[in-house]
């Protein structure tokens, strides 16, 4: 079955939000004299201490990657069109399969508007170009 990390998150957020409502209502029973405004700041302690409580298991379950490999295995030695000038090491825009992307001149050489460029790497969602040949 695929996973949805996105989803999974989401349902994470609502345990968490599920346990910190739980908590006020054990309070609220407890001490049933306590305010809406005071069960509502209750509840916002809950949620930061439930959050930074389950902070690791979250961590293990959703690591944090530098970039998504598969973008960079996809746009590495496609040819796009400067939309914007660059000199060498400038950052600019370039159009790419049909959508605009950032990109950061990795030549010696500078980049005119509308000249071709080449992906060189990928690097988050900037592409180092290079003017074509």
Known sequence: MHRNPTR???VGLFVLAGIAAIAVGL???IAPGLSPAGQWALFAVFAVVSTVFFRQLVRKRF???ASDSRVDDTLVGDAGRALEAMASGALGRVELRGSTWSARNAGAASIEVGERVRVERVEGLTLHVQRES
Do not use: G, H, K, L
């Open 27 to 29: 309070v609220a029973t």
């Open 63 to 65: 690591p944090s990657r």
């Open 8 to 10: 999974d998150f989401i």
